[in-house]
């Protein structure tokens, strides 16, 4: 017994350790990414900066805020997450009340849906029809083709679907119609559930860098997604970024840094909420019934 | 007729409530598979879809005699195979090892961060990787330390795919775990009790109570992964390769990118793309199939 106890304390100590660092990897970029945006020039170009800024300072952050495209990207993005998700939500919420309960041609409309997950008309296809309908150089282009998505509907589906019966059926006897109950009881009861969908979508629409850059001509029409991509991926400063003289004045990587960091922050804000919700929506999503 | 109707009176709510998802997957879903005839097709721009010259299976022909098509191909199965396996193995693995903490104040903390990376966008995790993996990055820094020159690691092709399947680990595997966390805390206490009166150890219980209890839903997660074997994320790859790391970073998608949209191959684009549909739909309707038989597992 004694020999086990011993062992088990050695695993113990093993495993935590083990554990916490692959914790803190996943961290760590993050803490150096913002080091560095906190550094001074000469320190983050010479490669010192880890994971506390060298010569603290906030000049990165100031000419961020100074470029006028960066700040409009800025607003593309929250607006686009802000109407996409309440738009996305509107129809989600709607066609997943109505798929939770048993009507005529509910299979048919089930598979019709579920179709969408399995096979789509590719880049090219979807391009060509965007375009056809006027989106391109359009801001509806952020907005209404990735509204639809199968996987958050299931998700509602399966939310409405554990509400009891018995609430709705007292609801309908008592005259209330399908829209009432659906606003007035199956809401307001799966506020986690619709917490969830919500946030995902929310950092969906913001991460989101493709369209930006398919259909928009004018990279002022970039959200911040897009912008960054350009900027920092293809490191094409041109269009974007303040004039290359300011550029050079001031060190590339620690801008970069900085813009990168800003890019990430509302993720990292909501962060909180989100984790406190998405487990149970997983869960749901992955195992039912 | 009669009983239509009656259905339709009271439920014609429900009806309307699934018109606008329905209208947006017809547009946006739908109406793209329509367009897929250009894949059949000579399509020219200024002629459209109706006036385009057809070309039977042409375009298809040529993804496996263009070398390029073909090596995109290979990368991606290579690419999406090695981020599957791993993929599927490590979360269970350290699931496993989680469970074993049981200081909650600690598993939460360690569940908080290991979760984190999934939700960062592949722009910000590229721009991380840059200039963590650049000449003067970090990684750099170290080795020079050690004495060897520094690398240009992103891009060296015979390191690109590593660091493809490794970084996308990091960012997926704490997410990963969730399920198997879930599936873990599902299993009756009773076992492990009976288990700890019979003098089981605790790499015994782990073996023979843990690991079955999850099984069912690593049956799931291994069956429904078939369905990506050609997904080997755009996102990706799309942020991290350059010309220098074509000839083993280069996937379907970014090909498929690249032909269409920067060359003006929009057919063969097309086909190369429908192709990849094609053999996706087929291997996720089996691995769907696979997944109810062996463990009830529905879509909906």
Redesign the interface.
């Known amino acids: 017994m004694r020999h086990?106890s011993l062992s088990?304390k050695i695993?113990?100590v093993c495993?935590?350790i083990?554990?916490?660092t692959?914790?803190?990897?996943?961290?760590l970029?993050?803490v150096?990414?913002l080091a560095?945006s906190l550094s001074g020039k000469s320190a983050a170009?010479?490669?010192?900066v880890?994971f506390w800024p060298v010569d603290f300072t906030l000049k990165a952050y100031m000419k961020t805020f100074q470029n006028n495209n960066f700040i409009r990207s800025m607003v593309i993005s929250l607006l686009r997450t802000v109407v996409g998700t309440l738009v996305s939500m509107?129809?989600?919420t709607?066609?997943g009340?109505?798929?939770s309960?048993d009507?005529?041609?509910r299979t048919v409309?089930?598979w019709?849906?579920?179709f969408?997950m399995?096979?789509?008309?590719?880049?090219?296809?979807?391009?060509?029809?965007?375009t056809s309908?006027g989106l391109k150089n359009n801001f509806l282009v952020y907005i209404?083709?990735?509204?639809?998505g199968?996987y958050n509907?299931?998700l509602i589906?399966n939310f409405f679907k554990s509400i009891p019966k018995a609430l709705e059926e007292a609801a309908l006897i008592d005259g209330a119609?399908?829209?009432t109950v659906?606003w007035k009881i199956f809401l307001p009861l799966s506020k986690a559930g619709l917490a969830t969908v919500a946030l995902f979508i929310m950092?969906g629409n913001?991460?989101?860098?493709?369209t930006g850059i398919?259909y928009m001509s004018d990279t002022k029409n970039y959200p911040l997604?897009s912008f960054?991509?350009v900027i920092?991926?293809q490191g094409n400063q041109q269009d974007l970024a303040l004039d290359p003289t300011a550029a050079k004045a001031m060190s590339e990587?620690t801008i970069?840094?900085a813009q990168?960091f800003i890019?990430?922050l509302p993720?990292?804000m909501v962060?909180p909420f989100?984790?406190k919700y998405?487990?149970t929506g997983?869960?749901m999503g992955?195992?039912?019934? | 007729m009669k009983k239509w109707k009656q259905e339709f009176n009271h439920s014609w709510p429900l009806y309307v409530m699934v018109i606008p998802s329905f209208i947006l997957a017809v547009v946006f879903c739908y109406a793209p598979m329509g367009g897929l005839v250009m894949a059949f097709q000579d399509y020219k721009p200024w002629l459209g879809i109706l006036g385009s010259e057809s070309v039977g299976l042409d375009n298809f022909k040529r993804i496996f005699e263009f070398r390029e098509s073909y090596q995109a191909i290979i990368n991606t199965v290579i690419i999406a195979v090695s981020k599957i396996i791993l993929e599927l193995v490590v979360p269970i693995f350290m699931a496993l090892l989680l469970n074993e903490v049981k200081n909650v104040g600690l598993k939460k903390g360690i569940q908080t961060l290991v979760y984190l990376p999934h939700f960062l966008s592949w722009v910000t995790v590229a721009g991380m990787l840059q200039d963590i993996l650049g000449l003067d990055g970090i990684v750099n820094n170290f080795i020079q330390r050690l004495g060897v020159k520094p690398i240009f690691f992103l891009g060296e092709a015979g390191m690109f795919r590593q660091i493809v399947v490794i970084s996308d680990l990091w960012k997926g595997f704490g997410f990963g775990m969730i399920v198997y966390l879930a599936a873990i805390s599902n299993i009756d206490q009773g076992l492990y009790e009976a288990a700890e009166i019979d003098g089981a150890s605790r790499l015994q219980q782990a073996l023979h109570i843990t690991l079955p209890g999850i099984v069912p839903m690593i049956i799931v997660m291994a069956t429904l992964s078939l369905g990506n074997v050609l997904n080997a994320g755009f996102d990706q790859i799309f942020n991290l390769y350059s010309p220098l790391t074509y000839s083993t970073g280069d996937i379907i998608d970014t090909y498929v990118y690249r032909q269409s949209l920067v060359n003006g191959q929009y057919s063969f684009g097309t086909a190369v793309g429908l192709f990849k549909s094609v053999i996706g739909l087929l291997l996720t309707v089996i691995s769907y199939k696979i997944a109810y038989k062996f463990a009830g597992y529905k879509i909906f």
């Open positions: 086990t088990r695993f113990t495993n935590t083990f554990l916490v692959a914790a803190l990897l996943c961290l970029p993050l150096n990414l560095l170009n010479s490669g010192i880890t509107l129809a989600i709607t066609a009340y109505a798929l309960k009507f005529k041609g409309l089930m019709f849906f579920v969408t399995l096979f789509g008309g590719g880049l090219i296809p979807s391009y060509l029809v965007n309908l209404l083709p990735g509204a639809f199968c509907l299931i589906m119609g399908f829209f659906f950092v913001w991460n989101e860098w493709f398919l997604a960054l991509q920092v991926v990587r970069k840094a990168v890019g990430a993720i990292l962060y989100l984790q998405f487990v997983i869960v992955a195992v039912k019934e």
